[in-house]
T-cell receptor, first 115, second 114 residues
C-alpha cells in the first residue's frame, strides 16, 4: 500500500521554541497533504490542507502564523509549530490521498510535548 | 459540509462475540465513507471504504460495513471479535470527489473482554 513517512515520532521541546514535523510520501506523489491534530482520547481535527506549490488552506480557528505549513515538493510536506507552548502539546498526524485503489494514507503521527 | 456521528463512545464486548459500531453521517452532497482503526500512539489504518457500487463493503481483519443511504448510516460489524481488535475505531466521510478532506467522527473505543 501507499506509505507516508512521518518524522519525528515524538519530540519534547521547551516553551517558546519551534518544532518541525515532516511527512514524506514514499511511493506516490502527494499533491495534497492533510494535517490533523488529536488530543488524548479524542478524534482527529483537521487543521489545514496543503497543496504542492501553493499556500495551505487552514480550518477555522487554526492560527496560520503558529502552524506554518510548507509543501514545496510532491513528496514532502512540513508542519512547523512556532513559539510552541504547553497547550500545543498534542498528537499530530498527516494524511495524503494516494489513489482510488490505495485510498488515503496516514503517517504514524508525532507526539509533541512542550515543557 | 459533512459531519459524522458515532453514537457509542465505548463498546465493551466479550471475545468471540459479534460487534456493531454505529456511524451516521450528514451531508448535502454525495459522499465517500471510511472506517479506520487506531492502536495506541499510532497512526490510522484503513479498515474499509465505500466509494461506489455494492453497499456491503468487506474490509481487513474480518470487518464489514453496510452503506445505507436512506438512513445515512455506515455501521461497522464483525461476527466474532478477538482480543487484538481492542482499539479506537473512527468513521469518516468526505465529499464524493477524490482527494477531498476527510472529516472524522468522535471515535468508538472497542474493548474486548476475555
Amino acid at each position: 500500500g501507499a506509505v507516508v513517512s512521518q518524522h519525528p515520532s515524538w519530540v519534547i521541546c521547551k516553551s517558546g521554541t519551534s518544532v518541525k514535523i515532516e511527512c514524506r510520501s514514499l511511493d506516490f506523489q502527494a499533491t495534497t497533504m492533510f494535517w490533523y491534530r488529536q488530543f488524548p482520547k479524542q478524534s482527529l481535527m483537521l487543521m489545514a490542507t496543503s497543496n504542492e506549490g501553493s499556500k495551505a488552506t487552514y480550518e477555522q480557528g487554526v492560527e496560520k502564523d503558529k502552524f506554518l505549513i510548507n509543501h514545496a515538493s510532491l513528496t514532502l510536506s512540513t508542519l512547523t509549530v512556532t513559539s510552541a507552548h504547553p497547550e500545543d502539546s498534542s498528537f499530530y498526524i498527516c494524511s495524503a490521498p494516494a489513489d482510488r485503489d490505495r485510498g488515503y494514507t496516514f503517517g504514524s503521527g508525532t507526539r509533541l510535548t512542550v515543557v | 459540509a459533512q459531519s459524522v456521528t458515532q453514537l457509542d463512545s465505548q463498546v465493551p464486548v466479550f471475545e468471540e462475540a459479534p460487534v456493531e459500531l454505529r456511524c451516521n453521517y450528514s451531508s448535502s452532497v454525495s459522499v465517500y465513507l471510511f472506517w479506520y482503526v487506531q492502536y495506541p500512539n499510532q497512526g490510522l489504518q484503513l479498515l474499509l471504504k465505500y466509494l461506489s457500487g455494492s453497499t456491503l463493503v468487506k474490509g481487513i481483519n474480518g470487518f464489514e460495513a453496510e452503506f445505507n443511504k436512506s438512513q445515512t448510516s455506515f455501521h461497522l460489524r464483525k461476527p466474532s471479535v478477538h482480543i487484538s481488535d481492542t482499539a479506537e475505531y473512527f468513521c469518516a466521510v468526505s465529499p464524493r470527489r477524490w482527494a477531498s478532506k476527510i472529516i472524522f467522527g468522535s471515535g468508538t473505543r472497542l474493548s474486548i473482554r476475555p
